[in-house]
């Protein structure tokens, strides 16, 4: 018989066997080897003031062939690197996820929420020397979010913005009308996804406004950028920006203790002592990034309110967030959203309580209740650690998950699974609630758990065109309280972003918008 | 060295058998080639078969790229369809495949619309001198160790080198890699680079340093194996008659070894020598995705990711060509080199 081993929780023995298991914990294992070695000291990210010049080496996780320079469509991470650094929007989130201008100096809407007015800012350049006008940024939201053939950032804009009418006023005037009131449009053009480009932009040779100029892109391997130095903002320390491609972790975080990468972004967790070991540190920033479980409310056993009530008190979050994100989380009390500021922080934390779980089950009749909860390693994988763990916890109140692991998980069955796990980046309550609580036909296009709740709706519906704050904030939070009551999403925390940094770089702060200060390379020295 | 001289150095128990004449010779081995080459390119077919139909077992491989976002871009589900010829037959998908990759055109990756082979060209060239020069540090280091432990046979520096050839031929290659990632690069010494960063347009032994861990690691990883098949035989022969008279008749050691004995040991070398390279082209996925180096390997891991049934084919395809045209090579350096198969064919 084998000893039993801890600390290791919904680690297979064949997930131990996988390449990547044993290349990272080699690397890991080769802490031991540094204990040989002897002291490599390293500067690390001290006082002292920045220094301009040198190169900056992102490492960034995953890419591929996939990759793509498009300002509109970026979907990898190093994508995201590229496009944040060439391209700007005409608001920002910042790193707090608040609003705040770019290339426009604002953002207003009519009091009827129907017409915005865009004012650019003034004397900003293009890479290529050109001004920037509402001529441009009109051109921009149109490529985007063109109705036929909508990129990833505007399919929401695609839905709401009237072509016909929406009109470049002057040179710094755009003014934009919408086909219904949207309070919350100046949220929708602040995504990294919506860039402003020239009217003569062409993919081959991309012009942005952002702090670096583009030099060169292979897609799957790097791509170059220079510093602009008529930048608007704060121009960049750094002459020169390099985003390299990274498909294994371990060769990323080998790379960034040669001291070859200056910076890579999702560091993994049982790394992070390796590169603080070797003169580095990792920047851990909050996000609101989670992993429900998905219960579906129109098929029994969940489409019984008690059942749901039972199933989310027999989570324990703390422990979620303890073995699944090696601690690195923020509890999740099943609202998502929660850096929006209509968050219904004011509900009490719903914690684990096995006796009220249990009673909730014996009067819905489901004592010794079976369910099959399905996973995959698609989704990430923080969902089939979660999944084995929910068993163990909910064996506690009598009830028997089975874990079915799918490959894929996301197939034809996806979005029809009873019981099951999904994943879902930072965004705001409004957004989030219509994508996944409205039916399909009213832009509910990831509805997991079927949820269709007419008043929840008309309270979305109705805050999405409230400009009043305070009443938005008041019709959102009675939404989120009928959620919190009956909704069949179990959201048992946040996790937190880590990314990690090489030593003597200098500038980074933690942002909850995007990785590694949301990629804001031109305050980096290196 | 002609047939003669090999006939003297080299007694073959063939020998009586008379030299063929010349033309009927040549005509034997014509139809032995042709033969060997028509059982190569059936091969390859079967193979073109074998990854199409694994490849459309798969299942739809629209639903596997879109993924999460199947149900609600339903646009990019019809472009994607009409890419793969969704609506056609598999057989008819089969040949116009097949007919791409005979006439040079592989098709267009899924994942971004640019031609397979424009992509996949650069990354065949990488591992090619990747693989080759692992190849050219490892048959002669091979062999050396081979020679010395030969001639130390039974004694105790051979039973030493012995006992780490069988340890390092135990170790996997991304444990020799991270090995030596570790003690080169990353925490013992901060010599060499850990991994390969490529220069835009540029190749990755631009760098030459960056070449050498990933060089190394497959060189440790293949050179032991290779070193003791080359020990074996080199014992077999020289425990043979003809080196025995060789030796009698007063030939001095070294000739013996490097004439008699060496190069009748050289064909299970070459043999094993062209299964280790066929391995290797196969086997560097593993090296290039620790080293990040931007070969076929890495290239095969990320369109599987991806979905991208068309350069998944044509990679398949490539390391399967690998194979059967080392293993060809192969047969026929064994053949040109021993004299009993040589003439068996051409009589």
């Given at each position: 018989m084998n000893q039993p081993r801890n600390g290791m929780p919904g680690f297979s023995r064949r997930q131990l066997l996988k390449y990547s298991g044993i290349g990272v914990a080699a690397v890991a294992g080769s802490g031991f080897l540094a204990?040989?070695?002897?002291?490599?000291?390293?500067?690390?990210?001290?006082?002292?003031?920045?220094?301009?010049?040198?190169?900056?080496?992102?490492?960034?996780?995953?890419?591929?062939?996939?990759?793509?320079?498009?300002?509109?469509?970026?979907?990898?991470?190093?994508?995201?690197?590229?496009?944040?650094?060439?391209?700007?929007?005409?608001?920002?989130?910042?790193?707090?996820?608040?609003?705040?201008?770019?290339?426009?100096?604002?953002?207003?809407?009519?009091?009827?929420?129907?017409?915005?007015?865009?004012?650019?800012?003034?004397?900003?350049?293009?890479?290529?020397?050109?001004?920037?006008?509402?001529?441009?940024?009109?051109?921009?939201?149109?490529?985007?979010?063109?109705?036929?053939?909508?990129?990833?950032?505007?399919?929401?804009?695609?839905?709401?913005?009237?072509?016909?009418?929406?009109?470049?006023?002057?040179?710094?005037?755009?003014?934009?009308?919408?086909?219904?009131?949207?309070?919350?449009?100046?949220?929708?053009?602040?995504?990294?996804?919506?860039?402003?480009?020239?009217?003569?932009?062409?993919?081959?040779?991309?012009?942005?406004?952002?702090?670096?100029?583009?030099?060169?892109?292979?897609?799957?391997?790097?791509?170059?950028?220079?510093?602009?130095?008529?930048?608007?903002?704060d121009a960049a320390f750094v002459d020169e920006l390099q985003i390299q491609d990274f498909a294994d972790d371990s060769a990323k975080v080998n790379a960034l203790q040669a001291g070859q990468i200056q910076t890579v972004d999702n560091l993994p967790y049982n790394l992070i002592d390796t590169i603080k070991g070797a003169g580095g540190g990792a920047l851990v920033s909050e996000t609101g990034a989670w992993i429900p479980f998905t219960m579906r409310v129109d098929v029994a056993p969940f489409s019984d309110v008690k059942v749901r009530q039972a199933m989310r008190l027999i989570v324990d979050r703390q422990q979620m967030i303890d073995q699944t994100l090696s601690g690195y989380g923020s509890l999740g009390n099943d609202l998502y959203a929660p850096f929006d500021p209509a968050y219904a922080s004011d509900l009490p934390q719903r914690e684990q309580d096995i006796d009220q779980a249990k009673s909730l089950l014996q009067q819905a009749g489901q004592e010794g209740l079976q369910v099959e909860l399905f996973t995959g390693d698609d989704i990430g994988s923080v969902a089939p650690a979660a999944a084995n763990l929910l068993v163990e916890q909910a064996k506690a109140a009598g009830v028997d998950v089975k874990v079915t692991k799918k490959t894929p998980f996301y197939d034809d069955n996806y979005l029809s699974y009873p019981f099951a796990?999904?994943?879902?980046?930072?965004?705001?309550?409004?957004?989030?609630?219509?994508?996944?609580?409205?039916?399909p036909d009213q832009g509910g296009t990831y509805n997991e758990t079927h949820w269709d709740n007419e008043e929840h709706r008309n309270l979305v519906n109705q805050a999405a065109q409230e400009l009043d704050e305070a009443k938005r904030a008041d019709l959102l939070h009675q939404a989120q309280e009928i959620e919190y009551n009956e909704g069949g999403l179990i959201i048992w925390g946040f996790r937190k972003q880590v990314d990690g940094y090489g030593a003597n770089v200098q500038g980074l702060e933690p942002s909850k918008y995007l990785p590694l200060g949301s990629y804001k390379f031109n305050k980096v020295s290196v | 060295m002609t047939d003669m001289e090999l006939a003297t150095l080299v007694p073959d128990p063939l020998e009586e058998v008379a030299p063929p004449r010349r033309q009927h010779g040549a005509a034997a081995w014509a139809v032995w080639l042709a033969r060997r080459l028509g059982l190569a390119l059936l091969t390859l077919?079967?193979?073109?078969?074998?990854?199409?139909?694994?490849?459309?077992?798969?299942?739809?491989?629209?639903?596997?790229?879109?993924?999460?976002?199947?149900?609600?871009?339903?646009?990019?589900?019809?472009?994607?369809?009409?890419?793969?010829?969704?609506?056609?037959?598999l057989v008819s998908r089969y040949f116009s495949?097949?007919?791409?990759?005979?006439?040079?055109?592989?098709?267009?990756?899924?994942?971004?619309?640019?031609?397979?082979?424009?992509?996949?060209?650069?990354?065949?060239?990488?591992?090619?001198?990747?693989?080759?020069?692992?190849?050219?540090?490892?048959?002669?280091?091979?062999?050396?160790?081979?020679?010395?432990?030969?001639?130390?046979?039974?004694?105790?520096?051979?039973?030493?080198?012995?006992?780490?050839?069988?340890?390092?031929?135990?170790?996997?290659?991304?444990?020799?890699?991270v090995l030596l990632i570790a003690l080169f690069a990353t925490t013992v010494f901060h010599v060499l680079p850990a991994v390969t960063i490529s220069s835009p347009n540029g190749h990755p032994w631009d760098n030459p340093k960056a070449m050498v861990l990933p060089t190394l690691t497959l060189v440790l990883w293949v050179a032991p194996y290779v070193s003791r098949i080359v020990r074996a035989s080199?014992?077999?022969?020289?425990?043979?008659?003809?080196?025995?008279?060789?030796?009698?008749?007063?030939?001095?050691?070294?000739?013996?070894?490097?004439?008699?004995?060496?190069?009748?040991?050289?064909?299970?070398?070459?043999?094993?020598?062209?299964?280790?390279?066929?391995?290797?082209?196969?086997?560097?996925?593993?090296?290039?995705?620790?080293?990040?180096?931007?070969?076929?390997?890495?290239?095969?891991?990320?369109?599987?990711?991806?979905?991208?049934?068309?350069?998944?084919?044509?990679?398949?395809?490539?390391?399967?060509?690998?194979?059967?045209?080392?293993?060809?090579?192969?047969?026929?350096?064994?053949?040109?080199?021993?004299?009993?198969?040589?003439?068996?064919i051409s009589s």
């Open positions: 204990a040989c070695g002897g002291d490599d000291g390293g500067g690390g990210s001290g006082g002292g003031p920045q220094k301009s010049g040198g190169t900056l080496i992102h490492g960034a996780t995953g890419g591929g062939s996939k990759d793509t320079i498009d300002p509109h469509a970026p979907v990898t991470n190093p994508d995201i690197a590229r496009v944040s650094n060439l391209f700007e929007p005409l608001l920002f989130w910042n790193s707090n996820y608040e609003l705040e201008p770019a290339l426009a100096e604002s953002v207003e809407s009519s009091p009827d929420g129907k017409t915005w007015t865009v004012t650019m800012r003034q004397g900003v350049t293009f890479h290529n020397g050109k001004t920037v006008t509402a001529e441009d940024a009109w051109f921009s939201l149109q490529r985007v979010a063109d109705p036929k053939a909508p990129l990833s950032g505007g399919g929401q804009l695609s839905q709401i913005l009237d072509f016909e009418s929406t009109k470049v006023v002057d040179e710094t005037t755009l003014q934009l009308v919408l086909k219904v009131p949207y309070a919350i449009l100046d949220g929708l053009l602040a995504e990294y996804t919506v860039g402003i480009i020239p009217t003569d932009f062409d993919v081959a040779n991309p012009v942005g406004t952002g702090a670096f100029a583009y030099k060169s892109f292979d897609p799957g391997q790097t791509s170059t950028f220079t510093r602009y130095a008529d930048y608007w903002g796990q999904d994943f879902w980046n930072t965004r705001n309550y409004i957004p989030q609630a219509v994508v996944g609580t409205f039916p | 077919w079967l193979v073109s078969v074998l990854v199409f139909l694994a490849t459309a077992a798969l299942g739809d491989p629209v639903r596997a790229i879109l993924g999460r976002d199947y149900n609600s871009n339903p646009g990019r589900v019809a472009q994607l369809e009409a890419q793969l010829n969704a609506d056609d037959s495949w097949l007919g791409g990759l005979l006439s040079g055109d592989p098709g267009t990756s899924l994942a971004n619309q640019r031609p397979v082979w424009e992509q996949i060209s650069s990354s065949v060239v990488n591992s090619a001198v990747l693989v080759l020069l692992a190849a050219a540090v490892m048959i002669p280091l091979a062999f050396v160790v081979a020679m010395i432990s030969v001639h130390y046979r039974r004694r105790r520096p051979d039973t030493v080198i012995q006992t780490i050839l069988l340890a390092m031929a135990g170790l996997p290659e991304f444990v020799i890699g080199l014992l077999e022969v020289i425990d043979s008659d003809y080196v025995e008279l060789a030796r009698l008749k007063g030939i001095p050691e070294k000739v013996v070894m490097r004439k008699h004995a060496l190069l009748n040991a050289i064909v299970p070398g070459i043999q094993v020598i062209a299964l280790q390279l066929a391995f290797l082209a196969g086997g560097v996925v593993i090296v290039e995705t620790l080293f990040a180096y931007p070969g076929i390997g890495r290239l095969l891991v990320d369109s599987v990711r991806n979905h991208d049934v068309p350069m998944v084919q044509a990679l398949s395809m490539i390391i399967a060509s690998v194979y059967v045209v080392v293993n060809l090579v192969a047969d026929l350096l064994s053949i040109l080199l021993t004299p009993r198969a040589r003439t068996a």
